[in-house]
């Protein structure tokens, strides 16, 4: 029996989107495995009621058909569904890392970047690996169809998630099909900002790319409140602020003296848009752990 603890992460940071990636220190799901004859699952923990058991529904069932390795499969939910904090990708990371071990497959924690995609097209219809290469590789990651590319860094952040459940199939249906010329020239320069950011882990450069015009935009207008909680946030000394993944939560990044007073600005602005939410004082971490 191997247990493995998975982080909750959070993708595109902005300008990066469907690229950048991010751990978090916490919250985090909990997977143990056994090998058994045939899959089954059991998912208890955060919203545990809105998941599905059933293994052709939920992220680990194709985790497991990929690395045919059947087991019997605990998921402790740390990482609320529908959150924007892939919680389905923290399922499925734990999951191939968990069978890659317990089967002897012998893949690196890159090779099992795609392999855990496969969860994540079970519940948006695409395999985006933004979510599942950080929480399987750690600290600030880029990935593209050629690869993984990560940097260990401990840049803080407040993750501020309201109680909505907004679903990242509904969220993909508002991405725009296209994009300016000076739209893409910005994009570009934020993305790049934000890379030499976490590389030096300068919170200040972090949250200076972190701004996208193309994308945020139209995910925002799906999150009651959005823009008063990106103001609270910037007036408590917040150095950027954007929507984490797919929404509903929201990304403040900040020196850590101020992660306190941001996430009580994050959560009175939700209040004070009739929106119930908690906010994670966290910072970016390590990825899956074998516990
Ligand atoms: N192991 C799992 N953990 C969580 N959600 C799962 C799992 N398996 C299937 N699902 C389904 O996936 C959906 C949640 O995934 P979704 O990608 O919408 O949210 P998220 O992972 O929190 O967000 P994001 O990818 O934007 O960070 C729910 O419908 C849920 O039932
Ligand atoms: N890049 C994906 C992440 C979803 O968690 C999206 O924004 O749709």
Redesign the pocket.
Known sequence: MITVRAPA???NLGSGFDTFGAALARPA?VVTVEKAETTSIE?TGV?AQ???EDPE????GAVVEALDAPAEIH?D?G??????????????AAAAVGLNELYDRGHSREELVPIAAK??A???GVAHAD?VAPAIVGGFTVTTPTGTHGVDTGVPLVACLPDVA????D?RRVVPETASMEDVVETVGNAATLTIGMCRSDPALVGEGMDDPVVTPERARLITGYDDVREAAFEAGAAGVTV????P?VLAVCEEPRRRHIAAAMVDAFANAGVESRAYQTRIGRGATVL
């Not at 907004?166 to 199939?169: F, G, K, L």
């Not at 984490?244 to 929404?247: I, N, R």
């Open positions: 992460t959070s993708a799901d998912v919203g809105y998941i599905p529904k939920n992220t680990v998921i939910k990482v609320r569904p529908a959150s924007g904090l892939g919680s389905s990708a923290a399922s499925a969860g994540e079970v519940v948006s979510n907004v679903s990242t199939r969220a984490s993944g797919a929404g939560t």
